[in-house]
């Protein structure tokens, strides 16, 4: 039985392995034509550097931190991880520089959060970026949501009228552990597959991480099971995954609408909400003005928390361990102080 | 369909597997739940290859849909126990769409406009744009532009994304890629109009518009510099600027773009140009020389509230008649800048200048006691150029001055207003209020920096 | 909380700016400098970003004080600029000011990294975030300002509306600029950090240009504008909630609004009556 196992491991590799230099970017046929004669010298000396690159560590990019920490979590020294966006910046908002697409273009793999929540700066640098193995629909490219349990999927139809919702679900669905396994889990598959001889690795890795993010739930559940139900109003609906895992309620959001900037009606509406319902805490991402939610907090003797979401928000959270640990810490301590 | 079905309680159980393996500590057993996967890999290569999507895709049982609706419906999960995984299934709802988009631009002006006129009220620009990606080679961008004149194809391109050696191949009508206003379209331009200089040496709104091939190479660079190399070969016709006679007449542009951080939150993007074809104004040679430079600063954190843009761009261009080049050689600069002072408001001024000779056409026509070059063979224009080259008609220099103040609604939409004053080389001087709606539609449009 | 105590305090902020904004507005249209405000804020705001730059909290009175001394270094400059020779315009120089503080804020910015970012926020307001707090600390400035003014209102007035006579009349002419121009910044600064630009910007122009239109005597022109301040203010605000607007944006637009009200009534009604 073992024997067998082993035999059908070493072939599927070997299949593996002839289809990834299929998928190579050796250029169709079709495409060659078009080219002129002098690029194809170019081509084959190109065609002989990329593989002997990738043998040696795969070059991860990243949309966002939280993706790279797993990947470096999964990868360890077989990888280079990088990720585009600061953990600190909005990821609707970031600028496509050219000088990402030096990153971009030595890039193996490209790893997105995908649901249009990089639409407004991600297609033209992977377009310009003249790397074949990361455009969408090839094996370079990872669309993570893919993998996940997705919330807020809207249900019938669509309009802009209700502000720049995602159409396909919410974009923030890294912060569940929960998630996070499965990013691992699918991540450590592609990293086998890209280098089989190191396979054996990644699988350990993964395990390993597998085992220590479930301890690590098992400490947060424990800490924070006293304050399961609370209520909180978020500026954006950036935390239904996290919320849903730890068991808070987001009542209500600071923004009227999913990126239009706080309104006076609005406002207005929230402090009562928040009155009536004695609800006291509101979270906020390090990129947002906290002048409204102060302004708030401060009419209804409530507090304003500037949670992290996303590994890299600030100089304490290095990981994707460090970015539950420091949010549930700070909800911890505004919970036992509010009482 | 049916392989997608028999296939998804595979992963499940592999998941289930990994998580109860997790406490034990036995290689057999990781070997197994190993050799499981990549089974599950082969298979889900098998279905990639049968379907033709990505394997991630095949995690998700996609919905069988009628090709008419546009946007992904979420619809219950038909399993029960296990987490549905993956979004609305948008890719499969998506079906081959190309993504699309409107961008609606309504101008208005007011004053006294100094010779140059305008309409009062404008439905300026409809533009609507294709995207999509074709094969797994090659984009296509398509974006045609209603204007009241009527329906121009504004750009329409091939773009070949998979070529070796970091080459890049356009194909089709595109703006040529002389300097950063000829390759903005309008929409995203900071201004409700174009500059002086682009209206008086580079064509006007449409600029160097044309059908040709653009080649394309990040050029190697010291570190932290980004190096880009365009050369792109045209038709030769562009309103006011290049007009091709013969087949022969193609007109060429090359682009040196180059930009560096400064630091994560200030960069400087750079870039030189040359464009060279035939001229309008003479049986001769148009070269166009041009220099452009724009300074970012956008604090990370506070990315949405706050940013500071300054450009500036410098063109000189030389006509030669015949073989003999003439010595006038008119030059227009702008250089302008673009702060926003909170998440909704944006204040922005610009400065421009720019020569031209007297009675050449400008985009839009300033002389209207010249005949309209539309309609009027090239030839006339040659001894006109003669005059201006031999001192008898001076180069005129218009100035200008504008400031803008922009009010984003909301991503989608702004209310923009500028007000202008222009001193032109004849000697009258316009002062003009503008407004502009822009309001946007469809996909969201991402613009390339 | 109801409507009322919920816009009371935007609705008092408003309208002390409307009492120094529309008095200062009409020297300020006077000069020929309506730009004044944008640069001398900005100026300030430099001076702030220095200060944090060089390790002082951005809240201490350490800041505070340097954002003070680059605002007289401002108005120092502006009060020295006005010549005979009227070759470059007053407001060329003004722009210029603000470009340069504008881009030395940003150079400075980018120097550092998180604080200065957050620092924006500080020195740009939010007419309906405003704390009571607030309000009475800026009441209890503006009044010293205000005093300041009215004691001095002959000076001042002279200086504005007639330089030249000013001059021959034996009044230190450069002296009484500059205070003008220190007790302005002051005040702007003050403003902006409540309002933000824009909203002070036209606090301080639409109603003395409102009143210029039916006026040419200055205490007509202060009641026109205070009361058009007063009546933009407080419908401006009501607006706001009422259409769920900006508050800022609503009341600029108020403004407008009202200015061109006044201006087609000029036109169109107060000929025929005159």
Known sequence: ?339 | MRITYRLMPVPVMAFLLATALSAQDSTELLNRMKAMEDRIHALEAEVQTLKGQPVAAAAVPPQPQPVAVPEPIAQPAPMEAPPFLGGAGGAAAKVLNPDISVIGDFVGAAGNHGGRATPSLEMHESEVGFQEVIDPYARADFFLSFGEKGVNLEEGYITFTSLPAGLQLKAGKMRAAFGKVNTTHNHVLPWIDRPLVTQNLVGGEDGINDAGLSLSRILPAPKGLFLEGIAQVFRGDSDGVFSATRRSNVSAVGHLHGYRDLSESTNLDFGASYARGHSPFSDGINQLYGADVTLHWKPLRRAIYHSFVARSEFIWTRTSVGSADLPAKPFGFYVSGDYQLNRRWILGARFDRSQRGQCLPTVPETTSACPDPSITPASFFTPVYSAVSRGNLPLLQDTGGSILLTYLTSEFSLLRTQFRRTSYGEGRTANEFLFQFQFSMGAHGAHPF | MDTLSFLLAPFIASLILTGIHAYLGVHVVERGVIFVDLSLAQIAALGTTMAVLYGIEPHSSGAYCVSLAFTFIGAAVFSTIRGRDVRIPQEAIIGICYAVASAAAILAMSKSVEQTEHLKEMLVGNILTVSWYEVGKTAALYGVVGLFHFIFRKKFLAISMDPAKAEADGINTRLWDFLFYASFGFVVTSSVAIAGVLLVFCYLIVPSVGAMLFSARIGPRLAIGWTMGTVVSALGVYLSLKIDLPTGATIVCTFAMVLILMALFRQFLWRKAA
């Open chain 1, 1 to 339: 039985m073992k024997n067998l196992l082993v035999t059908q491991i070493a072939s599927i590799i070997v299949e593996r392995s002839v289809e990834r230099s299929r998928v190579e970017p050796r250029p169709a046929p079709n495409t060659r034509a078009i080219m002129s004669k002098y690029c194809s010298a170019l081509a084959a000396l190109l065609l002989a550097v990329i593989p002997a690159q990738a043998a040696s560590k795969i070059n991860v990019m990243t949309a966002t931190e939280d993706l790279a920490s797993i990947a470096r979590e999964v990868g360890g020294d077989l990888v280079n991880a990088e990720s585009i966006a600061k953990g600190y910046q909005d990821p609707h908002f970031v600028e496509s520089k050219p000088s990402f697409l030096l990153k971009l273009q030595k890039a193996d793999l490209l790893v997105v959060v995908g649901l249009q929540l990089e639409i407004g700066w991600l297609p033209p640098l992977i377009t310009q970026s003249r790397n074949p193995r990361i455009q969408p629909s090839q094996s370079g490219y990872m669309d993570m949501s893919q993998f996940c349990q997705i919330l807020e999927i809207p249900q019938g139809q669509v309009t802009r009228a209700m502000g720049d919702v995602h159409p396909m679900g919410n974009p923030h669905y890294w912060l569940n552990p929960d998630n996070g396994r499965r990013i691992a889990k699918a991540l450590a598959d592609r990293f086998s597959a890209i280098q089989p001889a190191n396979a054996a690795q990644f699988v350990q890795r993964y395990t390993e991480f597998d085992k220590h993010l479930t301890e690590a739930e098992k400490g947060w559940d424990a800490k924070f099971a006293p304050y399961k139900g609370r209520k909180v109003i978020t500026y954006h609906r950036s935390w239904p995954n996290f919320c849903e895992r730890f068991g808070l309620v987001v009542v209500d959001y600071v923004e009227p609408k999913p990126g239009i900037p706080p309104t006076p009606a609005h406002t207005l509406d929230l402090i009562n909400l928040m009155k009536r319902q004695g609800i006291k805490l509101i979270l906020v991402e390090p990129y947002f003005d906290l002048r409204t939610p102060n302004s708030i907090a401060a009419k209804v003797d409530g507090q304003v928390l500037v949670l992290m979401p996303s590994v890299g928000g600030n100089k304490e959270v290095t990981n994707y361990f460090q970015l539950f640990d420091y949010d549930l810490n700070l909800l911890l301590n505004a919970f036992s102080k509010i009482k």
